[in-house]
Nanobody
Framework: QVQLAESGGGLVQAGESLRLSCASS????????MAWYRQTPGNRRELVAM???????NYAGFVKGRFTISRDNAKNTVYLQMSSLKPEDTAVYYC?????????????WGQGTQVTVSS
């Protein structure tokens, strides 16, 4: 019904920047909150940043001042601009979005994109 596809991951050096994108496709359901999570091997998936449909944002403490989440509602796309990257930011980054169908908000995940930061 809906798909989320991340792009923009890769290998960078510490201090550099990357921009992740996540585009929704499929049926045109209303989209609510959108968010980015990340996960490293053996650890739980953790919230990085989220943005409401109205543009309100919230960030994990470990990325405040370095990462910026934004969205383009016309394109059903959410972005994560990552600056001043650190080796500890290395992880698989996942996009999450809530879609309104069946009378409730339904969360969906993208397949993930690898971000590797070398020291």
């Amino acid at each position: 019904q809906v798909q989320l596809a991340e792009s923009g991951g890769g290998l960078v050096q510490a201090g550099e920047s990357l921009r992740l994108s996540c585009a929704s496709s499929g049926r045109a359901f209303r989209i609510g909150d959108m968010a980015w999570y990340r996960q490293t091997p053996g650890n739980r998936r953790e919230l990085v940043a989220m943005i409401t449909s109205g543009g309100r944002t919230n960030y994990a403490g470990f990325v405040k001042g370095r990462f910026t989440i934004s969205r383009d509602n016309a394109k059903n796309t959410v972005y994560l601009q990552m600056s001043s990257l650190k080796p500890e930011d290395t992880a698989v980054y996942y996009c999450n979005a809530e879609f309104m169908y069946g009378g409730s908000w339904n969360p969906h995940w993208g397949q993930g994109t690898q971000v590797t930061v070398s020291s």
